[in-house]
């Protein structure tokens, strides 16, 4: 597709979704802050893995990427491929929510705690937020206590298997407990900041934050 056109689908996907946040479609009502359910309101459940993204699906080898983690941080880093492998590895399965409603059971990603990150780079005491960059121009933020979760990775294998580029690859973020558009693909840049930005989707009437339990789809 010639870049003109496939810029107007996008604006047009992106419009499509502002409207919906808009007049708050998909919103059921109903919350279930207690988790009694294993499917959050208003989600369906789909054993596929659908692909949603804004259209450029950048193709990053892993002897180019880089991840910078900047900011409010004590230590600065930039890691290559071999310094990224060269952290301790964890495994996580978690359930994946998406704002558009469908929700997919038991995800087995690998790769690196964000507790670990943040052992190494080390918040300043001012710091609050994160915002995770995608190599496609994406960006959303999430609150540093959130991003430091036990179930958020740095993720380069679903399944055991490696992230292929239409699902974020070679890495992506996984923040679990949120819905699935804070969890970055094509990460490249967690810049931590003391003062919250909003991201992409945040200003454009996501959620700041996107708890599924109690429906935080829009704001
Ligand atoms: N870099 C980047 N990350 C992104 C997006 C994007 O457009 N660019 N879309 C988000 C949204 S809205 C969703 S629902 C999930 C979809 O991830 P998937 O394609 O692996 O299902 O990625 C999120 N992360
Ligand atoms: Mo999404």
Same mark, same amino acid.
């Given at each position: 597709?010639? @870049?003109?056109?496939?810029?107007? $689908?996008? @604006?047009?996907?992106?419009?499509?979704?502002?409207? !919906?946040?808009?007049?708050?479609?998909?919103?059921?009502?109903?919350?279930?802050?207690?988790?009694?359910?294993?499917?959050?309101?208003?989600?369906?459940?789909?054993?596929?893995?659908?692909?949603?993204?804004?259209?450029?699906?950048?193709?990053?080898?892993?002897?180019?990427?880089?991840?910078?983690?900047?900011g409010?941080?004590?230590?600065?880093?930039? !890691?290559?491929?071999?310094?990224?492998?060269?952290?301790?590895? $964890?495994?996580?399965?978690?359930?994946?929510?998406?704002?558009?409603q469908?929700?997919?059971?038991?995800?087995?990603?690998s790769?690196?705690?964000?507790?670990?990150?943040l052992? $190494?780079?080390?918040?300043?005491?001012?710091?609050n937020?994160?915002?995770?960059?995608?190599?496609?121009?994406?960006?959303t933020?999430?609150?540093l206590?959130?991003?430091?979760?036990?179930?958020?990775?740095?993720?380069?294998?679903?399944?055991?298997?490696?992230?292929?580029?239409?699902?974020?690859?070679?890495v992506?973020?996984?923040?679990?407990? !949120?819905?699935?558009w804070?969890?970055?693909?094509?990460?490249?840049r967690i810049?931590?900041?003391?003062?919250?930005?909003?991201?992409?989707? @945040?200003?454009?009437?996501?959620?700041? @934050?996107?708890?599924?339990?109690?429906?935080?789809?829009?704001?």
């Open positions: 597709m010639a @870049e003109g056109k496939a810029g107007g $689908v996008r @604006e047009k996907l992106i419009a499509i979704k502002q409207a !919906w946040a808009e007049s708050r479609r998909l919103l059921t009502g109903e919350r279930d802050p207690e988790h009694a359910n294993r499917l959050p309101p208003g989600q369906r459940l789909v054993t596929n893995w659908p692909v949603l993204d804004l259209g450029v699906k950048p193709d990053i080898a892993k002897t180019d990427w880089r991840l910078t983690v900047d409010a941080v004590a230590n600065p880093i930039s !890691w290559d491929w071999a310094a990224y492998q060269a952290q301790p590895q $964890v495994e996580d399965v978690s359930d994946i929510h998406c704002v558009t469908w929700s997919r059971f038991d995800n087995r990603w790769g690196v705690a964000t507790s670990h990150l052992s $190494v780079v080390q918040p300043l005491p001012n710091a937020v994160v915002v995770l960059h995608g190599a496609d121009g994406y960006t933020n999430i609150t206590e959130c991003f430091a979760g036990d179930d958020c990775l740095i993720a380069h294998a679903h399944d055991g298997v490696p992230l292929p580029r239409d699902h974020g690859g070679p992506r973020a996984i923040i679990p407990r !949120w819905y699935f804070k969890s970055a693909k094509w990460l490249t810049e931590v900041l003391a003062v919250d930005k909003p991201g992409f989707w @945040e200003v454009r009437g996501y959620h700041n @934050e996107g708890d599924p339990w109690t429906e935080q789809r829009y704001n």
